[in-house]
């Protein structure tokens, strides 16, 4: 049953909310064990304490990065304040604007009120709170410094989310640009070739080549549009349930990985995940074993993972972490032998830290050049495009022109 209350709490100010119990004295209980003075308890009807429905506009709804890192630093705050966790959840879940976010965080005050431990509360809702961001819940509850860990928590999410921007912002013009290219094609070739290839045919002119190319695409796009949509759909479709397997994946990013200007810059960003996460992780308590299990689930990139994997097990043996690095494919030089230093001189964390920094600067001046990069390829493609269709036009045209004379 569910029972919402008033009480008074240590500073003496008054608070609500509403919490589970099998009876009133169940719940005056509870209150009282949480340090709070019961002043008023009132049993909640069955149709009020279903809380708020599933509507269409929740169906597939998620919970974006931008709204954990506000929780999180939402909590942080309240939490230094002194305010108990449960009182600072029920305040973040009525100032959520996310519906998943603020229903899950009405399971997790719950779930604490019955007795849970917070860190057990969080594992059992992966799809909004990841593994890593519980890991390190469990690190600040078992060594009484959650603060301090919730303050590394909101870095980790802010940097990932500062990358994923960049990128983004980086990709939106090509992508327009390609949009733009790919109806420019198909208007060409739907509405303006046929038009003039009626004109070349009557009057009897030989075609050249990309004429004949345009009409042979514009004819098998007008006669199998429904076969040639189809196969896209499918193909599509095939490739993301391919690529949601291992297998597909490690094949994905194994091919990234070797395409010139775009491989770079994902062996950069695993890098700077590996070194900041790492080094977060020993600074929060987390023994060396439980973070690269971690670690393990959150580089990114499923090519770089698996050669991690591959070494994992000589790491479980005591061999240190720089040693066995030096086998894996992807990881460079400089995180290698960074590691090895700060391994022999006792500061790794340290080290961990200063080749999260360097790999930061890296990436964003990757980022920089993916977008210098992309201007010369995505000009080259348009004059690729216009060319094609000026000469499938003007060459005979150029031939009527003569034909006239």
């Given at each position: 049953m569910k029972f919402s209350y008033s009480a008074i709490n240590d500073e003496g100010k008054e608070i609500q909310g509403v919490l589970d119990a099998t009876s009133?004295?169940?719940?005056?209980?509870?209150?009282?064990?949480?340090?709070?003075?019961?002043?008023?308890i009132s049993k909640i009807k069955e149709d009020d304490a279903a809380g708020p429905s599933v509507s269409i506009l929740q169906i597939g709804a998620r919970v974006k990065v931008t709204d954990v890192l506000l929780f999180t630093k939402q909590l942080n705050t309240m939490l230094r304040a002194g305010i108990s966790i449960t009182n600072s959840l029920?305040?973040?879940?009525?100032?959520?604007?996310?519906?998943?976010?603020?229903?899950?965080l009405v399971t997790i005050s719950r779930e604490i009120s019955e007795g849970?431990?917070?860190?057990?509360?969080?594992?059992k809702h992966p799809k909004v709170f990841p593994p890593?961001?519980?890991?390190?819940?469990?690190?600040?509850?078992?060594?009484?410094?959650?603060?301090e860990v919730l303050d590394r928590v909101a870095y980790i999410l802010e940097h990932e989310n500062r990358v994923r921007e960049d990128v983004k912002a980086a990709l939106a013009y090509p992508k327009i640009v390609v949009l733009a290219l790919a109806i420019a094609f198909f208007v060409l070739l739907t509405g303006v070739i046929p038009k003039f290839v009626g004109v070349f045919n009557s009057a009897g002119l030989e075609l050249p080549l990309p004429t004949k190319i345009c009409i042979w695409m514009y004819e098998a796009l007008k006669a199998y549009w429904y076969l040639l949509l189809g196969g896209v759909i499918s193909l599509i479709f095939l490739l993301r349930m391919y690529f949601q397997t291992s297998f597909g994946a490690l094949h994905r990013d194994k091919t990234l990985l070797k395409i010139p200007i775009i491989g770079p810059l994902f062996i950069k960003t695993a890098?700077?995940?590996?070194?900041?996460?790492?080094?977060?992780?020993?600074?929060?308590?987390?023994?060396?074993?439980e973070s690269l299990k971690i670690i393990s689930d959150t580089i990114g990139n499923a090519a770089i993972t698996y050669e991690f994997n591959k070494i994992k097990n000589h790491m479980e043996e005591g061999r240190g972490i720089a040693r066995p690095l030096r086998l894996a494919k992807h990881f460079p030089p400089m995180v290698v032998n960074m590691i090895a230093i700060g391994e022999e001189s006792g500061s790794l964390e340290t080290m961990l830290q200063e080749i999260a920094k360097h790999y930061d600067e890296e990436v964003e001046y990757?980022?920089?050049?993916?977008?210098?990069?992309?201007?010369?390829?995505?000009?080259?493609?348009?004059?690729?495009?216009?060319?094609?269709?000026?000469?499938?036009?003007?060459?005979?045209?150029?031939?009527?022109?003569?034909?006239?004379k």
């Open positions: 009133p004295k169940a719940a005056q209980n509870i209150l009282l064990e949480q340090g709070y003075l019961p002043a008023k029920e305040v973040i879940k009525e100032q959520s604007e996310n519906p998943l976010l603020k229903k899950t849970s431990t917070l860190t057990g509360a969080f594992r890593l961001y519980c890991s390190l819940l469990h690190a600040g509850e078992s060594s009484g410094s959650l603060s890098m700077s995940r590996f070194a900041s996460i790492l080094s977060i992780l020993m600074a929060s308590g987390v023994n060396i074993l990757a980022v920089k050049g993916l977008s210098e990069a992309i201007g010369p390829i995505l000009i080259v493609g348009l004059t690729v495009v216009v060319g094609f269709f000026a000469l499938a036009i003007f060459l005979p045209m150029w031939d009527l022109t003569k034909m006239v």
